[in-house]
């Protein structure tokens, strides 16, 4: 008697929604809290008042990140329910234009009419509107939006990497702050960027230099502006 082994695969999509907001929250979390800590430093601030600044910012950047990706992915999911109703509706209302329309489909794809008959038909009998939402929405329980989960990656790790230059501040000397502040989290900007490429299937190198070429721009362009609001002052 033969037996049947399951083959088990992984994908690297089936973590897409969770990387893409988990990266996100990370490289905004460090890239903002360390330009608020270069640009209050240029503009001779305090040690006491940069590290207010970048708590603020913490906080304030977590909040912001949650509520915006939860806006954000909520409307993706609104979008993706209402329609799913109206295939829902449709398949009750007329079910013989829906399955020429999902054999349609399968015949664009490459299947000879009959055989896109036949898988339709089957598809159909077995999950109607599972068949439609995959094939004719594009919608997966793989890639459907889940708003609360990406607010919560969102927020967790924005706050995780403006830690990272919250706690260089805190530790380093106030002579040379700003040059500890954009070194480590440049440093930390290309680790981000190798991790995510890696964990993306993506090219380590480049996910690592375009994540610090943003970041070194914005933390140049930041403290240009605090050395002239200084100046001003």
Sequence with gaps: MTS??????????????????????????????ASLVVGVA?????????????VAGLVAGAMSMAAGEYVSVHSQADTES???????????????AELRELTAIYVARGLEQTLARQVAERLTAHDALGAHARDELGISATLSARPVQAALASAVSFAIGALLPLAVTALAPAQGLIAWVCGTSLVFLALLGAIAARAGGAGVAMGAWRVTFWGALAMAITAGVGAAFGAVT
Aim: aromatic fraction near 6%; hydrophobic fraction near 50%.
């Design 42 to 54: 240029a503009a001779h601030a305090n040690h006491e008042a940069i590290l207010v600044a970048a």
């Design 4 to 33: 049947f082994r399951r083959h088990a695969e992984w994908h690297r999509t089936d973590r897409i929604g969770w990387l893409r907001a988990a990266v996100l929250g990370a490289n905004d979390g460090i890239v903002s809290t």
């Design 82 to 96: 209402a329609d799913l109703s109206r295939e829902r509706a449709e398949l009750v209302s007329d079910p013989a």
